[in-house]
């Protein structure tokens, strides 16, 4: 065993660091929808997506190989768990985008809370559903639902705009199936090593699947496109991701649920400030029902640590 995996156990981190690793993961990551729609206007999806992760995983290596290594049996769990936690659901994501608004993507991003309870009861029976875990994700969800309420009725359910629903619901399954297994079999595993083995492993499929499918797509690398790639690369999947998986030893399923419910809170604040998006009642009590969800989920008891007989399991 080496440097990287000695230690099964999770440090203590007080509360000020953890709320602040939270914050960084949702204020980020609601920021990243606006961008993917932008980048998805001059980039092909698997073409734009595929180059992200590779920028992310290079801008790792530093950081991973300073952290040592891992056997070989766990590098392969992190690339298949790089699959299932970027390349397969992003890959749907980035498609999806192409049919639905980005803040459709992000209203039904926000059933993420209720796979996550669901799929965490199946796969940790030591996860119990409650009536206050349900509450939280259920007052988020009807928050997230009032913010969009009224672009519900301006939307044309065509062929391609169900399917892109349908796209992204898959998505969101398959990232709270990814987090469950990696809140329970990789808490031993740095952070760093991690998120760069993931973003490299899902990169080369990516990338090989845009030769195979993209090659006729037009592609134009404007100064716009660089942008997007670069910042969502670094700031959207390298940061974040390491804050994720930083947290999550150390914060419970439920308060982990609302950072999907808070993302799509930020992206509607970002676009009255920024974009001159209306402000409407529906936002104040939108938001005020999201942000009550996400208090309601982080004052929830936290469940049981990943037992060390789990941990085992993955060396």
């Known amino acids: 065993m080496d440097s990287a995996t000695a230690s099964g156990t999770v440090k203590p981190a007080g509360p000020l660091k953890v709320a602040l690793a939270y914050c960084t993961c949702f204020v980020l990551w609601g920021s990243t929808w606006s961008v993917v729609k932008v980048g998805l206007e001059d980039l092909p999806p698997l073409r734009f997506l595929g180059t992200r992760m590779l920028v992310a995983g290079l801008f790792l290596l530093p950081f991973a190989r300073a952290r040592g290594r891992v056997d070989a049996r766990t590098g392969g769990r992190i690339a298949a768990l790089g699959l299932l936690q970027l390349a397969v659901p992003f890959g749907l994501l980035f498609f999806a985008q192409q ?29 119990p559903l409650t009536p206050g875990k349900l509450l939280a994700a259920g007052l988020g969800a009807v928050g997230v639902g009032v913010l969009h309420a009224s672009g519900v009725e301006g939307l044309e359910l065509s062929g391609k705009v169900l399917l892109g629903v349908v796209l992204t619901l898959v998505a969101v399954a398959v990232i709270a199936v990814a987090n469950v297994l990696a809140r329970r079999y990789m808490a031993h595993v740095p952070a760093q090593i991690l998120v760069f083995g993931q973003t490299l ?27 997007a790639v670069f910042y969502l690369a670094v700031f959207g999947t390298a940061f974040t991701y390491l804050c994720l998986y930083w947290l999550l030893p150390r914060i419970s399923l439920t308060a982990l649920g609302a950072m ?24 104040v009590v939108g938001g005020t029902l999201i942000l009550g969800g996400a208090a309601l989920a982080n004052a929830l008891p936290k469940e049981t640590a990943p037992r060390p007989a789990d941990e085992g399991t993955s060396h």
């Open 99 to 127: 049919w639905i608004p980005s803040s459709w993507a992000a209203l039904l991003f926000s059933t993420f809370p209720l796979w996550l309870l669901l799929i965490g009861r199946v796969l940790m029976p030591d996860q």
């Open 201 to 227: 492993s899902s990169a080369v499929p990516l990338l090989a699947l845009s030769f195979l499918l993209e090659s006729g797509s037009p592609g134009n690398w404007t100064p716009r496109a660089l942008g």
């Open 260 to 283: 999907a419910l808070l993302d799509t809170l930020v992206a509607v604040v970002l676009g009255v400030a920024f974009l001159g998006e209306p402000f409407t009642l529906s936002l």
